[in-house]
């Protein structure tokens, strides 16, 4: 298991250089993509990628604004399949 983070001040976009430089190619590769990251749908992902490439994504979205949500986080090693991808902003 291998651990990237992208480190800066606020709003130096590190979510979204995260998102087109590892997420996408974990994308295209058909993991399963773990995340909390406000509106990063299959559904949008989809739409913004569909030029580039056609593949069936799966997504796992974690409100983590909640209790359940925040439980679901500390406990991801329970229940986060082998080769999933997980991106946390």
Same mark, same amino acid.
């Given at each position: $298991?291998?651990? *990237?983070? +992208? +480190?800066?001040?606020?709003?130096? /976009? =590190?979510?979204?250089?995260? !998102?087109?430089?590892?997420? !996408?190619?974990?994308? *295209?590769?058909?993991? @399963?993509?773990?995340?909390?990251?406000?509106? $990063?749908?299959? %559904? =949008?992902?989809? $739409?913004?990628? #569909? &030029?580039? #490439? &056609?593949? @069936?994504?799966?997504? /796992?979205?974690?409100?983590? %604004?909640?209790?359940?949500?925040?439980?679901?986080?500390?406990?991801?090693?329970?229940?986060?399949?082998?080769?999933?991808? $997980?991106?946390?902003?």
């Amino acid at each position: $298991m291998a651990i *990237k983070i +992208h +480190h800066g001040p606020n709003g130096s /976009y =590190k979510t979204s250089g995260a !998102v087109w430089d590892d997420a !996408v190619p974990a994308a *295209k590769a058909g993991r @399963l993509i773990v995340t909390n990251i406000r509106g $990063m749908s299959s %559904e =949008k992902f989809h $739409m913004l990628c #569909f &030029l580039i #490439f &056609l593949i @069936l994504l799966i997504f /796992y979205n974690i409100d983590h %604004e909640s209790q359940e949500g925040m439980e679901r986080i500390r406990t991801w090693f329970h229940w986060v399949p082998r080769n999933a991808f $997980m991106i946390f902003g």
